[in-house]
């Protein structure tokens, strides 16, 4: 059973006019939806037929009550995400440039008050840990009692404001997966000792350190880069929970990461039958892995 635990968002994703005013802009389209690290994670997971038990805090607002009842629908288990009276949900506004660059824009609410769980520790055979504050990971990860793989992708926030946190905590972590910039924050204070450093890449694909491995992306014409870090999570954990090879978990992250940029929103608009096209095309080997 795959675990992760992390943020639930409601997210709000603005799509805008290619030349905005100095004051105000036209908003070209307006998209709602689950948002949030460790539920797109989940969901990507979920769409490979993975069972996922996701574990976080949503308010109890409309928000908090409608995640989690479109989070079920996605065949996810819900019922470790605990309901909190008199907070808010986590929300994130989302704008969206012509060349499908984002820009995001967090509320964090309940998301950084609570201290996570982990649900089922004995039947968990993979830890993924999804922009969690440091007080949250080191909570989550003392009570590791198992030897399992656990991955820590912390974000961009937790990456900016706490780099020394993450390289305090990296020794716990089997795999550490940053972006470019949050990798530049927190080499600027230190090497990390994960045992394997992922650093997604974007369009020039992702790298894996100390090894030195570049795997290269695939080429395809980005609408929308929200959620692409998450779907390349999902994928690499996708692959390593398979019992699948390090290089071929990036292949397939890079996969997902592919498909995801090229539909608008956190999640894209494709399932496992674009998925199985996508890589029957673009890298047939990775075949035996859905």
Known sequence: MIQVIG??????TAILEKVGNVEESRILDLQPGIGGTASNTAIQLS????????????????????????LGKQGIDVGHIKIVDDERTGFCFVSVRD?????????????????PEIANPARTTFLHLAGVSIAQAEHVLNS?????????????????????GVIRLSS??????????????????????????????????????PEGILVPSYKVKA????GAGDAFNAGFIHVLSSGGTLKDAVKFGNVLGALNVQYRGALGNYGLNEIRDFISLNEPALTKYI
Do not use: M
């Open 7 to 12: 943020n639930i968002n409601f997210d709000v």
């Open 47 to 70: 769409k490979l037929g993975r069972r996922v038990i996701l574990s976080g805090a949503v308010g109890k607002d409309i928000f908090g009550l409608w995640l989690l009842e479109e």
């Open 99 to 115: 060349d499908g660059h984002r820009f995001l824009f967090t509320h964090r609410g309940i998301n950084e008050k609570l201290l």
């Open 144 to 164: 590791v009692h198992r030897d399992i793989p656990i991955s820590y992708a912390p974000g961009g926030i937790v990456s900016f404001e706490k780099p020394e």
């Open 172 to 209: 716990k972590v089997t795999y550490l997966i940053l972006n470019e910039r949050e990798w530049e924050s927190i080499g600027g204070f230190g090497t990390p000792e994960s045992r394997y450093i992922i650093v997604t890449k974007g369009a020039n694909g992702a790298e894996v350190l």
């Open 223 to 226: 609408v929308d880069t929200t």
